[in-house]
């Protein structure tokens, strides 16, 4: 019977953890929540359980919502200074993919936006959004009524699409076309050309190299640009804080195109990137190691293309 058990979890654990990640923005507390959620599993009368898949869900949400509503998470998370883990294409835990509404609620750019809802309001708008369960059953799952529910992802949908960057999916060859030759302008110190592949309104937030107490913002594109210009600008002090000279390649990270500073086959640093009508609308640096963990574990098992840039 205990081998039975194990093998119902495992063949949601898959599922489990795309959840997670989607109602926590992070990999290693996704995980957790979903270890947390197998002990309940070991632990439940399982002959009173009607509907396994229910339960597991009903339990790994109330678990991430308990984890986003702690004294410790609201405050990483406090005015914003928090971004999400970034997952190379491919991740199981990027989860289902089928639909735009699913690829979207997984761009760092969804994850960042609904830091800005209630616990609630997050779980509602990821179970209807990425997992297309109707109100009746998120309602259920909650413990809230079928018309709450509906209120919920109503708000949630307005409050996301306010600030979203959004003319259509881009198509990744163009969109990877777009990330190169901003790479090959960043690095060669042509900062109109910068400029000229920067929408009027894009954005730019970057953790600091993981150096920094506060995530750092710029906007305007001749701010971004000099951002931009200065980061990828190689320095030798930079080159011994990395810890040599990293190789530019270009990548999909959470469904977006993305650079990744790699060295002897370690990430150093990611720059995802959303870009709207053939232009950069936004940019998300992240390079604290916590926050690149899962990352390398995937690009240690994957066979990049050849880098744009061989020696930065």
């Not at 093998?7 to 947390?36: C, N, P, T, W």
């Not at 309602?139 to 509906?150: C, K, P, R, Y």
């Not at 190689?234 to 060295?263: D, E, F, Q, Y």
């Not at 609308?281 to 690149?292: F, M």
Request: net charge neutral; charged share 25%; aromatic share 6%.
């Amino acid at each position: 019977m205990e081998s039975v058990a194990i093998e119902r979890f495992e063949a949601s654990r898959g599922r489990l953890a795309s959840l997670a990640y989607r109602l926590l923005g992070s990999a290693a507390d996704a995980e957790d929540a979903v270890q947390d959620t197998f002990l309940r599993w070991q632990a439940a009368d399982r002959k009173r359980v009607e509907v396994p898949e229910a339960w597991l869900t009903k339990v790994v949400t109330n678990l991430c919502l308990d984890r986003l509503r702690s004294a410790q998470a609201r405050h990483e998370r406090a005015a914003g200074d928090w971004l999400p883990e970034p997952l190379l294409e491919g991740d199981p835990m990027l989860g289902p993919a089928d639909t735009f509404e699913q690829r979207e609620s997984v761009s760092l750019a969804v994850l960042t936006l609904m830091e800005r809802l209630s616990p609630v309001e997050r779980a509602v708008y990821v179970l209807r959004e990425a997992f297309t369960y109707p109100h009746a059953e998120i309602a259920g799952i909650l413990d809230i009524t079928e018309s709450a529910s509906q209120q919920h992802v109503h708000r949630a949908r307005i409050r996301v699409a306010a600030e979203r960057h959004r003319s259509g999916e881009a198509d990744p060859a163009a969109a990877r076309r777009v990330v190169e030759e901003f790479l090959v302008a960043a690095t060669s110190g042509r900062t109109e050309r910068l400029v000229a592949l920067l929408t009027d309104d894009v954005t730019a937030v970057s953790d600091g190299a993981g150096l920094a107490r506060r995530l750092l913002r710029y906007r305007t594109r001749e701010r971004v640009a000099s951002y931009v210009r200065a980061g990828f600008k190689p320095t030798p002090a930079k080159r011994r804080l990395a810890g040599g000279s990293p190789a530019l390649h270009s990548a999909l990270v959470n469904g977006s195109p993305a650079v990744l500073a790699v060295i002897d086959g370690r990430i150093v640093g990611a720059v995802a990137f959303e870009i709207s009508d053939g232009k950069v609308a936004s940019l998300r640096g992240i390079a604290a190691a916590d926050r690149l963990a899962r990352l390398n574990t995937a690009w240690r098992q994957h066979a990049p293309d050849a880098p744009v840039i061989n020696a930065w």
